[in-house]
C-alpha cells in the first residue's frame, strides 16, 4: 500500500532552516508528481510547492516561493522540501501528499487532487 513517511521537522528560530523529507513506497515513485502541504492550529490544510515526476518543473505557493525548493531524488523515493528564511508564520504541520494522477501542471492544486498523505511533521518557528 502506499506509505508516505515525513520526518526533519524541528523547532528553529525566525531565519533559519530547515530540510524535510518524504520516504515513498509501495507505488511507482517516479510516475507522480508530488507535493508539500501546511496546516497550522485553526487553518485549513494550505498548499506549499509541488513538483513533476522528473523535478525538472516546480510551483510555489506565494507566501513561500524564494524561500523554500521542492526537490525529489526517484532513486531514493523521495521527496524534500528546504526551507529558508524561515519566519515565525511559518509554524505548522507539514504534509507531503502524492497525487492523484499522473498529469502536472504549474498551478494550485485542490487538496482533492492529491490522493495519499503523510503523517506529518511539525515545524516551529519561534520570533
Known amino acids: 500500500q502506499v506509505q508516505l513517511v515525513e520526518s526533519g521537522g524541528g523547532l528553529v528560530q525566525a531565519g533559519g532552516s530547515l530540510r524535510l523529507s518524504c520516504a515513498a513506497s509501495?507505488?511507482?515513485?517516479?510516475?507522480?508528481?508530488m507535493g508539500w502541504f501546511r496546516q497550522a492550529p485553526g487553518q485549513e490544510r494550505e498548499f506549499v510547492a509541488s513538483?513533476?515526476?522528473?523535478?525538472?518543473?516546480?510551483y510555489y505557493a506565494d507566501s513561500v516561493k524564494g524561500r523554500f525548493t521542492i526537490s525529489r531524488d526517484n532513486a531514493k523515493n523521495t521527496v524534500y522540501l528546504q526551507l529558508n528564511s524561515l519566519k515565525p508564520e511559518d509554524t505548522a504541520v507539514y504534509y507531503c501528499?502524492?497525487?492523484?494522477?499522473?498529469?502536472?501542471?504549474?498551478?494550485?492544486?485542490?487538496?482533492?487532487?492529491?490522493?495519499?498523505w503523510g503523517q506529518g511533521t511539525q515545524v516551529t518557528v519561534s520570533s
Open positions: 509501495g507505488f511507482t515513485f517516479d510516475n507522480y508528481p
Open positions: 501528499a502524492r497525487k492523484t494522477s499522473i498529469g502536472y501542471d504549474r498551478s494550485a492544486p485542490a487538496l482533492s487532487d492529491y490522493a495519499y
Open positions: 513538483i513533476n515526476w522528473s523535478g525538472g518543473h516546480t
